[in-house]
């Protein structure tokens, strides 16, 4: 009885020391959120909101309490109505948020960012930061696709000719530009050859199909070919070679297109600019050059000391080149990754280079320029880049707006922004390049005498034609004896490994045969002269050039 009676007295109060335990439980308390902006940093891309433009600015907050809560931001911009944007969940930590700043007026106003913990804003801003901004550019920011041209460096000089270049033009003409032929203008394949030996040669091995697909291209801008026949060596050339530079495109190559040139100069390796030439260029058509330089033998490099964007006046102050001088230490590097897979990598590369220029006075201009998206020589176009470029302009910013362009579309750009802003310097970019000269001699020697020889024998042709009705011009002879002695003077002395090989047995005949040709014409044409001189005996007779 007595166990039975305890039994009960204890289920009972232990069912009210339940209860009232129950009753006594701490109800979780809910913590009030926190948050601290501690950084800002803008970006270039800048999208279309219903009429406004706002550019990306990453927002760091953080969450030092640790309670998760839905973020938002007011953005006040200055002349601005203020608006508020999601930040969206805010876990407990640091994190990097994108946000949208409407357009600045200018340079250094200053924008306030608060955090709030509800969507209106309401109450008490939970951190309130004001951070001076830099009103972000309108970017145009062009890429620019060909092949470096390496006259036998890579390869024996005719399977180039014949059969490596040639295949990069099917790449491009039958593959790539068709395929990008329904993509935004921007984003659409388009490729400019660095010089007009690349192209003229292919001619040879192609049917006449593909030179109107060709020509039919050319004349959309979608392939292009600028004023350079090669990247010759300045230093090497005599005067007349320099006339002739530009004829092999401003004259023969539009004459079987019926398609003018870019007007473009695009020199790799050999980062020079010969003062006496900039006058023959401008004059002959040229109006612009690039420099991509190579950064081999660094310390000798002139190139350094000038900016990158600038006017080179010749002997006649009246004849200028815009100069694009590549800011990158090589010409091959892929600066910020077009060749990778990866978009936001290239993103964020884009966006330190642009902010980049932003961030001091050195360079005022919203105008850009990248360019070589191949790492090699004689190395083909890489389908991933323009891809990359397609990838990136469909995120659908309105800038910066990445452009695949021609190199004077991107000049054009330049001289009819800033042309009358840009710094004008005179003088020769001295050439550090040319050691290939003193490694090759008795070649140079032998066609350094070919420079005037070889314009002696075309005058004297010319002569002789007129003179005497049975002499035939030799023009053929002639053409091939200026091609000749330009390709000595062009920039690569036969392949990298020193031997006397097919590629240097090449190299070294253009200048042989360009003064076996300018010989031969030289002495057929005195000879039909003299046929024409009334004398008796022996006579000498003196031609003075």
Known sequence: MFTSHYEKLFGFAKIAVLSLCAMCTVQPIALAAT????????????????????????????????????????????????????????????????VHVLELAKDGDRVTFALYDNKDGAGTALDTQTYAQIKIR????????????????????????????????????????????????????????????????????????????????????????????????????????????????????????????????????????????????????????????????NPWRGTTVYPELFYSQGRNPANKLLVWNSPVANYCVDELNFRGKDVTVLMSNISKKLMGYQSGNKYPYDVAMVNF????????????????????????????????????????????????????????????????????????GLNRVNHDKLSSAELFATLASVAVPSCRYPYEALANAYENMILWDEHTWGSPRPAVDEQWRWKRNTAIASDVASSKVLIESLTALNTRIPTTGKTIVIYNT
Do not use: C
């Open 138 to 297: 309108h970017w145009r920011f062009y890429v620019g696709h060909n092949s470096h041209l390496d006259i036998g460096y890579t390869d024996y000089q005719e399977y180039l000719k014949d059969t490596k270049w040639p295949g990069f033009w099917d790449q491009a003409l039958l593959t790539d530009m068709p395929n990008s032929d329904t993509w935004a203008d921007d984003s659409r394949v388009r490729l400019e050859v660095e010089g007009i030996y690349q192209l003229d040669t292919s001619l040879r091995v192609r049917s006449a199909d593909w030179f109107e697909t060709l020509r039919e291209r050319l004349a959309q801008g979608r392939f292009a070919y600028g004023a350079a026949f090669a990247n010759n060596a300045h230093s090497n050339w005599g005067a007349e070679e320099l006339a002739r530079s530009v004829y092999f495109s401003e004259r023969f190559f539009k004459d079987k297109t019926g398609v003018e040139s870019t007007k473009s100069i695009i020199m790799r390796d050999e980062p020079t600019l010969s003062w006496g030439i900039i006058d023959a260029l401008v004059e002959s058509g040229a109006k612009s050059f690039a420099i991509h330089h190579n950064s081999d033998h």
């Open 373 to 444: 998206t191949n790492g090699s020589d004689n190395g083909p176009m890489l389908t991933e880049v323009y891809n990359n470029i397609k990838a990136l302009n469909d995120k659908g910013y309105v800038y910066p707006r990445i452009i695949n362009a021609n190199y004077n579309t991107f000049f054009d750009d330049v001289a009819t922004n800033w042309g009358s802003s840009l710094p004008t310097y005179k003088g020769t970019i001295e050439d550090w390049w040319n050691f290939g000269a003193a490694s090759t001699a008795y070649e140079t």
């Open 35 to 98: 948050g601290t902006i501690t950084g800002v940093n803008q970006r270039p891309w800048i999208l279309n909101d219903n009429g406004q433009l706002k550019s990306e600015t990453e927002l760091t907050v953080d969450n030092a309490g640790g309670a998760e809560f839905d973020a938002w931001v007011k953005i006040s911009v200055p002349g601005k109505a203020d608006y508020m944007e999601s930040l969206g969940k805010l876990v407990a930590g640091k994190a990097t948020k994108i």
